[in-house]
């Protein structure tokens, strides 16, 4: 194979490199459209909530340069409830960490919480887990956030978000925390909390669907730069047969 065979392959696989990567950055989510889900699946203090974790997901997808959609989802079962913030003093019901300020909050649909939930920057109260919990909801015991109920927020933030608005409370490396009540015989209550990547982690799927597409996009540059060796040696030779676009003449 002569020099220019072999710069013209590596030319080609650059270009199959760069496109991988361009795909690769294209599916993994920009820190300026963050998009991604918490789950509290870990018992922290109190009693264990009835059922499987994870206990409670919470959803994020960012709609405008400063607005995002927050989706609050239980997977509580029997008599396992959220309440809290029945006065602005009271232990919060679910909590997050915001790291920046949020200029407005509302509920679009769903078992929405009561009047003190929202943005506080000095914090909620999350009883013994600690930290500072900026983002916080709460229920009425009479109408709490039980078995198979959610929430969707609509959050404005006071600017423009240039990296992902969760993260985990100061003092902590918690991303979320919630007490869970009536759980037993005795209705006692106990804290959940989770500490998960902010951003979501390809399934295997779209991990086998990516390298597949590599695969492919390799296979067919591979066949055109072998073709297009074969017809330059065969002109070489003076052996090549006229091309769709014309003829090759013989030397």
């Known amino acids: 194979m002569n020099k220019k065979a072999v710069n013209r ?86 909590a997050f960490y915001l790291d920046q300020p949020l200029a407005g909050i509302s509920c679009r649909s769903g078992t929405c919480g009561n009047s003190n939930s929202g943005f506080d920057a000095s914090g909620f109260d999350t009883g013994p887990v600690g930290g500072l919990f900026n983002l916080g909801f709460g229920w009425d015991r009479f109408e709490p956030f039980g078995a198979l109920d959610s929430a969707v927020y609509d959050l404005t933030f006071t600017s423009a978000m240039i990296t992902f608005p969760f993260d985990a409370g100061r003092g902590t ?37 990516f390298g597949l597409g590599v695969l492919i996009v390799l296979s067919v540059h591979m066949r055109r730069c072998t073709h297009a060796g074969n017809v330059a040696r065969r002109y070489r030779k003076g052996f090549a047969s006229p091309s769709r676009g014309g003829s090759l003449a013989r030397v």
Request: negative net charge; aromatic residues 10%.
């Open 9 to 94: 392959r590596r030319v080609v696989f650059a270009w199959v490199c760069a496109a991988a990567l361009a795909t690769l950055l294209q599916a993994t989510p920009a820190l300026a459209q963050p998009s991604g889900r918490i789950v509290l699946w870990r018992a922290d203090f109190g009693r264990t909530p009835d059922g499987p974790p994870p206990w409670l997901e919470a959803s994020y997808d960012q709609t405008g340069p400063n607005t995002v959609t927050l989706t609050l989802t239980s997977h509580l079962s029997g008599t396992d409830v959220l309440w809290g913030l029945e006065d602005s003093s009271a232990a919060v019901g679910w």
């Open 173 to 209: 490396d918690l991303f979320s925390v919630a007490q869970v009540q009536g759980l037993g015989s005795g209705n006692g209550s106990g804290w959940i909390v989770a500490a998960p990547v902010p951003f979501p982690v390809p399934e295997p799927e779209e991990f086998g669907l």
